[in-house]
């Protein structure tokens, strides 16, 4: 299995996208959130560039870990306005609606950033009405990750649907003589990135909220409710709960890694953490994200995060040049989990012997590339608070048996309770 890309190699395979000329020494700051394997990767990524392509033209780029994704927009919106921003903020989706509201954002249209050698789901992942909001780089899908050893020891293979999952919980699940539960089929409580899927892929594409999920214009209008979607997830959902083998928990990674769950919904750049929590206890499986029912053909959309533009220069472009370029998106892809940005990789024969080799990372390209594009994540004020109501009201319906109807309304007029909220508050805003 491959894991880390020594920063030895990156240096070496990346030496040969430096270009020629000169310009006066100049230092770009890049904010981010990447820990662990994100971390020494994109360092190595960092130096790399700045020990070839930086070198030849002069420019210097200087990573600053920031804290979680939500700390990175915090503290760009404190230094606003002041010369503390840095030139490029890594962010995830949470930071769209913001983002497209401020005035010292450059896009990526603005910087004149070449988009065209761009995968189109990532490209609309972040486009809004003011053109693509930031460039794609750590473009992620959600995954369902199965314990392979149970799923083979009980004759089964991955769910289809959410229906299907419920018919082998007893399969992949267990109980011990008195009737505790030892091993759970599944573990986790979806939030709003798993709803983007069971919600996003109903009927070939739904959206959360109008204006095609907040991306263009402010969002105004909760759609979850009139469209019959969250109840459709709903009652799906509480079937397989009421199977008695699912585990409500936002620990899904270590009650899986224990072996205490045979499946869980995680991000596909969780691969290398995935592969070492379980330190080869049991054989991993990916496969594709359960559908809510079978006319939920929509697939998944993109997820992670992109780099959003506070400068605007040619040392700027560079950077972002070489970061899309397909050597380095390769190794990102290869290293990471994440999906690569730039088109042309896709067809790259490198990545695809990767693929080949290592069917973990295979799962989420097939699955990206199987998806409808239009199914993108959704913006919208108070993401983290919606993101917790929308798990509080799947536990209210599933362990205190709340009225599904209820909770549907209930979770509705609260995301449009956050949406008049902000309208107001900008509402000079188209």
Same mark, same amino acid.
Request: proline share 3%; net charge negative.
């Given at each position: 299995? +491959? ?7 990156? *240096? ?24 662990? *394997? ?38 760009? +919106? ?21 983002? +497209? ?101 109903? +009927? ?64 596909? !750049? ?29 697939? *998944? ?14 040392? *700027? ?30 067809? !790259? ?21 199987a998806s409808n594009p239009e199914v993108t994540g959704i913006w919208m004020p108070s993401g983290y608070q919606i993101y917790h109501t929308y798990q509080s ?9 709340? !009225? ?27």
């Open positions: 299995m +491959k894991r880390i890309i020594l920063p030895v190699l990156l *240096v070496l395979a990346l030496a040969s996208l430096a270009a020629g000329g000169n310009r006066e020494e100049n230092t770009i700051t890049v904010w981010h959130q990447f820990t662990g *394997v994100h971390s020494q990767v994109f360092d190595s990524i960092l130096d790399s560039f700045n020990e070839t392509t930086g070198k030849e033209l002069g420019v210097t780029v200087e990573g600053v870990y920031q804290g979680a994704a939500n700390d990175v927009l915090t503290k760009v +919106k404190a230094a606003a306005g002041s010369s503390g921003l840095p030139d490029i903020a890594a962010m995830d989706a949470t930071s769209c609606l913001d983002m +497209k509201m401020s005035d010292y954002l450059v896009t990526a249209d603005d910087a004149g950033i070449d988009t065209s050698v761009l995968l189109p789901a990532a490209v609309r992942a972040f486009t809004s009405e003011r053109g693509l909001l930031a460039v794609p780089f750590c473009c992620s899908s959600l995954i369902l990750y199965y314990n392979k050893t149970v799923f083979d020891e009980a004759g089964v293979t991955p769910p289809r649907t959410i229906d299907e999952f419920t018919a082998i919980a007893d399969k992949v699940g267990e109980k011990d003589g008195d009737g505790n539960v030892v091993r759970y089929a599944f573990a986790g409580t979806p939030t709003t990135y798993e709803l983007g899927a069971f919600i996003g892929a109903q +009927k070939g594409l739904s959206y959360m909220v109008d204006g095609k999920n907040g991306h263009f214009g402010l969002p105004r209008k909760v759609l979850i409710e009139s469209d019959g979607t969250f109840r459709n997830f709903l009652e799906h959902w509480k079937a397989f709960y009421d199977t008695g083998y699912v585990l409500n928990t936002s620990d899904q990674m270590n009650e899986f890694a224990s072996g205490r769950a045979a499946a869980m919904l995680n991000s596909s !750049d969780s691969i290398p953490s995935v592969e070492r929590l379980t330190g080869g206890r049991f054989e991993i499986g990916t496969a594709f994200v359960p559908m809510t029912d079978e006319e939920a053909t929509g697939g *998944v959309n993109i997820g992670g995060s992109a780099l959003f533009l506070f400068t605007s220069s040619d040392a *700027v472009n560079a950077f972002i040049e070489y970061l899309l370029s397909d050597e380095c998106q390769r190794m990102w892809a290869e290293s990471t989990g994440y999906l690569p940005a730039s088109a042309s990789v896709y067809e !790259d024969p490198g990545f695809l012997s990767f693929l080949e080799e290592n069917p973990l990372y295979r799962t989420a390209v097939d699955q990206t590339l009201e799947i536990r209210e319906v599933t362990e205190n048996g709340k !009225d599904i109807d209820q909770a549907v309304s209930d979770m509705a007029a609260f995301i449009q309770l956050q949406l008049d909220d902000y309208n107001r508050q900008n509402s000079t805003a188209q």
